[in-house]
Every structure is written in C-alpha cells, then in structure tokens.
C-alpha cells in the first residue's frame, strides 16, 4: 500500500520558520499536494506540484522535494497559521488518493 | 458563487443505508472529476471515492469498496454517494471536492471543498 508519513505536531514561536515534512516511497515520482485545515472548517490546498502556491495564499507559504521527501515552509509565522496541515499525493497510475496523517502546527 | 454542498447526513443504525449529495455551483460541473474525502471525529483525512467527470471512471478506496457507491448527475450538477452496510468505522465528516489534474502525468489535487455533511453510525 502507499503511505505518506508526517510528523504529528510541530511548535514554533511567531516570526520563526516552522518545517513540515512529508515521507512516502512514490514521492519521488508523483507530486505532493498540501492543505491548511483549522477547527470547523474544509481543508484549503496551499501548495500544489510540490512547490507551486495558489493564488491568494501568503507567500510564507512555501514547498520543496528531495527524493522521497517533500517539505512545506512557513516563514515568520503568524498566529494565524495554527492549524493541521495535510500532505496528499496519488498513487502511480493516478486511481488512489492518499494523504499524509496530518501535522498539527502550534504557535506558541 | 463558486460551491459545494452537502447534504444527506445524519445518525444511522449500523448494517443501514444513507445517501449523501453534493449539489455544485458555480462552475461547469460537468468537466471535473469529483471525490468524496472522510475526516472521522479528531482524526486525518481519507479518500473515500472518485469518479471521472462523466461518470464512466470510478473507484474506491478498499475501505468501502463493495460497499459504497459513487455516482453523478451532470444534469442536476449533483454528486452522490450511496453507503449500504455502514458501520462504526465509517463515522465521519464527508467532504465532497473537485478535482484539478496535472498535464502529462496521473497527479492531480483538490481545489473546491465542500464544508461537509456529518455521519453517525451508531445503534
């Protein structure tokens, strides 16, 4: 089966960079897709292609890929940013959808 | 507005049946893939369907397969998902989204979510 590993929480302080990784053999070949959820709400997709940000999300906001692991930055974190963070990718023939088990990012 | 709605949900006895909708609007909801993604109380995302913008592809995740059914109307610019056979485990917030794919590569992500329709199975 696929799997993608996270780590389950993350704490920084505001201002300071928070680094949210993302583990998975088929990383490597298919992209990785990152989604911001907080409280009560749907997930909104921050990061697509592994590094490409959609219109209308900060540009702290950013994402990168090395082998079979993939990164989403936020620089100079802001209170606001507290939520649960998902990664998601598809497997190699596009039929199956998995996602990371989500990473809770704290600001302290 | 640009939108997804769902509906449908609600406390249901296990070995019951339930039929979720997804009413779109907003955009030509017959050019996208659709999904439904679960999120069970405190818990992570989960895929649950997907079925192709003219309904001729589908699938499902092992979880549910033989159980569920993922079906649309592009008349009515609505999806669906039928649960037959529900058990605890399938407690959950189900979310419907929209599909973007990638050229060139079977990759694609979600941009639209809907804001979700809750399931209890419990006795």
């Known amino acids: 089966s696929y799997e993608l590993t996270q780590p389950p929480s993350v704490s920084v302080s505001p201002g300071q960079t928070a680094r949210i990784t993302c583990s998975g053999d088929?990383?490597?070949?298919?992209?990785a897709y990152w989604y911001q959820q907080k409280p009560g709400q749907a997930p909104v997709l921050v990061i697509y292609?592994?590094?490409e940000r959609p219109s209308g999300i900060p540009e702290r906001f950013s994402g990168s890929s090395s082998g079979t692991t993939v990164t989403l930055t936020i620089s100079g974190v802001q209170a606001e940013d507290e939520a649960d963070y998902y990664c998601q990718s598809t497997d190699n023939i596009g039929l199956y959808v998995v996602f990371g088990g989500g990473t809770k990012l704290s600001v302290l | 507005q640009v939108q997804l709605v769902e509906s449908g949900g609600g406390v249901v006895q296990p070995e019951r049946s339930l039929r979720l909708s997804c009413a779109a609007s907003g955009f030509t909801f017959r050019s996208y893939d659709m999904h439904w993604v679960r999120q069970a109380p405190g818990k992570g995302l989960d895929w649950v369907a997907l079925?192709?913008?003219?309904?001729?592809?589908?699938n499902y995740a092992d979880s549910v397969k033989g159980r569920f059914t993922i079906s649309r109307d592009n008349s009515k610019n609505t999806l669906y998902l039928q649960m037959n056979s529900l058990r605890a485990e399938d407690t959950a917030i189900y979310y419907c989204?929209?599909?973007?794919?990638?050229?060139?590569?079977?990759?694609?992500?979600?941009?639209?979510w809907g804001r979700g329709t809750l399931v209890t199975v419990s006795s």
């Open positions: 989204a929209r599909v973007i794919g990638v050229a060139g590569r079977p990759s694609y992500y979600f941009d639209l």
């Open positions: 088929a990383l490597s070949k298919q992209y």
């Open positions: 292609k592994d590094s």
């Open positions: 079925i192709g913008y003219d309904g001729s592809n589908k």
